[in-house]
């Protein structure tokens, strides 16, 4: 049983986030933490300055609404935020900030460009310093 559990959800793949909580709350201790975390990947400058203005703070916003929507349809077991950045690299240092000893992430099936270039839950086994449990 872990104390404090992160849960990186791809909004994209809400069922997969889903199931994701049900296994986090079959691990959690009595009395611990999950955090669900969203990672809205950052955008290149060049990219950026094409968009509509706002249109990060707008994506963090629903996000945030699609998270809180999630907890509360799992009866309010975690906490949720979200930030921007790469994604990986997003979630290992939220990891580390909340003590995590579990990230449970779900994972795609890879395809023939993830096997050179690996993908975001590959990198989070790798690199993470707790334990990491992937759902396919």
């Known amino acids: 049983m872990y104390k404090n559990i ?12 889903k199931n994701t909580l049900e296994i986090a ?7 611990g933490n999950v955090t669900l975390l969203n ?3 950052d955008i290149p400058k060049w990219a950026a300055a094409q968009l509509p203005k ?16 999630i907890c509360e349809k799992c ?3 975690a906490d949720f935020e ?8 997003v979630i290992l240092d ?10 449970i992430i779900a994972s795609h ?3 023939f460009r993830e096997y050179y270039l690996g993908s975001t839950a590959a990198k989070v086994v790798r690199h993470a310093a707790c334990s990491v449990h992937v759902i396919r």
């Open 54 to 69: 706002g249109t990060i703070e707008r994506s963090m916003k629903h996000a945030l609404k699609q998270l809180k929507a």
């Open 82 to 89: 979200v930030r921007t950045g790469h994604t990986y690299k």
């Open 39 to 41: 990672v809205i990947e």
């Open 109 to 111: 099936r890879p395809g």
């Open 75 to 77: 009866g309010g077991m």
């Open 25 to 31: 709350r079959a691990n959690l201790e009595e009395g």
């Open 94 to 103: 939220v990891a580390q900030e909340k003590n995590a000893e579990l990230i």
């Open 6 to 17: 992160l849960v990186p959800i791809d909004l994209a793949h809400v069922r997969e986030g």
